[in-house]
């Protein structure tokens, strides 16, 4: 390659760089909701450059990573630290947002050596999170026991966040509870962060047909509200069960109200290739345009 041509080549990477990360800014920059995809499971067989390619063509900008699971884009545990720093500098220099990483660990076993492993391991994650520059860990909480109280259950949960705050806190990475499992409930969760009462550990909604019941959607919401994170997750925004009961308008509308500004996950299921998950994705956005009409 002639020297001319290295240096116009070279300035057309920087210029590119640059457009990427004023993509990224504008996106951060953006009040409000943002529409984002984590990778359970229609992600799941996309690389990391294809996540980056694909993701900005649907006007999405934010992806959670799912860990643990064996995708195709290979982020787990066991990765060595230059894939991990791989992987933060193509998002850094790319208009997607790394916005979490989620991994499955629980902290309901009532056998005390596997509480333990659960809660090493999390610290593990954590620190995987930092070096991938993700801001986020996606854990659950998960279930009720067989021959335990509830509240000895919650009780638990609550105990093993405490345990794992100051590493997130040292690491600067939320961790995030998501409602998961039969102990799960957002009241439920509630109880929880208001045990814990740190800033790093926050809750993550994931907007379940459940969130209806007792008091209802926005009551259940209300209890939630001081311990929300930077992410939740949705799922079919399309569902007939969520559009007859209105639960994203109600849901998107709270947390606008709330000044809450972060990213919304769809968690949706994979297709059989490349063009009918576009599809589907598109199908989705468009559902999330009119419900951002009119909230």
């Known amino acids: 390659m002639k020297r001319r041509q290295f240096l116009l080549h070279s300035a057309a990477l920087t210029l590119g760089t640059a457009l990427a990360a004023q993509m990224t800014a504008a996106q951060e920059t953006k009040k409000g909701l943002k529409l984002g995809l984590t990778t359970y499971m229609i992600g799941s067989k996309w690389t990391i450059p294809e996540l980056i390619e694909f993701l900005p063509k649907s006007e999405i900008f934010g992806t959670e990573l799912r860990t643990d699971s064996k995708f195709t884009h290979g982020v787990e545990l066991d990765s060595p630290k230059a894939v991990r720093v791989e992987t933060a500098k193509r998002f850094a220099d790319s208009p997607v947002k790394l916005v979490g990483v989620a991994c499955g660990e629980r902290y309901d076993s009532p056998?005390?050596?596997?509480?333990?492993?659960?809660?090493?391991?999390?610290?593990?994650?954590?620190?995987?999170?930092?070096?991938?520059?993700?801001?986020?860990?996606?854990?659950?909480?998960?279930?009720?026991?067989?021959?335990?109280?509830?509240e000895k259950t919650l009780e638990q949960i609550a105990d093993s966040l405490k345990k794992l705050a100051p590493t997130a806190d040292s690491l600067g990475v939320e961790l995030r509870l998501e409602a998961h499992g039969n102990?799960?409930?957002?009241?439920?969760?509630?109880?929880?962060?208001?045990?814990?009462?740190?800033?790093?550990?926050?809750?993550?909604?994931?907007?379940?047909?459940?969130?209806?019941?007792?008091?209802?959607?926005?009551?259940?919401?209300?209890?939630?509200?001081?311990?929300?994170?930077?992410?939740?997750?949705?799922?079919?925004?399309?569902?007939?069960?969520?559009?007859?009961?209105?639960?994203?308008?109600?849901?998107?509308?709270?947390?606008?109200?709330?000044?809450?500004?972060?990213?919304?996950?769809?968690?949706?299921?994979?297709?059989?290739?490349?063009?009918?998950?576009?599809?589907?994705?598109?199908?989705?956005?468009?559902?999330?345009?009119?419900?951002?009409?009119?909230?």
């Open 111 to 150: 056998d005390a050596e596997k509480l333990k492993k659960s809660i090493e391991r999390t610290k593990e994650l954590l620190q995987f999170c930092a070096d991938l520059g993700a801001p986020g860990l996606r854990v659950f909480p998960n279930d009720f026991q067989k021959d335990v109280p509830q």
């Open 183 to 295: 102990a799960g409930l957002l009241p439920n969760l509630a109880k929880i962060a208001k045990a814990v009462n740190h800033p790093k550990v926050r809750l993550m909604l994931n907007s379940d047909i459940r969130d209806l019941k007792d008091a209802g959607l926005s009551a259940n919401l209300e209890m939630v509200k001081p311990y929300l994170g930077g992410v939740v997750h949705i799922h079919e925004l399309t569902s007939a069960a969520h559009m007859e009961a209105k639960f994203y308008e109600t849901q998107f509308a709270f947390l606008k109200n709330a000044g809450w500004s972060g990213y919304c996950l769809l968690e949706i299921g994979d297709k059989p290739d490349n063009e009918a998950r576009f599809a589907e994705i598109a199908k989705q956005k468009k559902r999330w345009d009119e419900i951002m009409a009119i909230i």
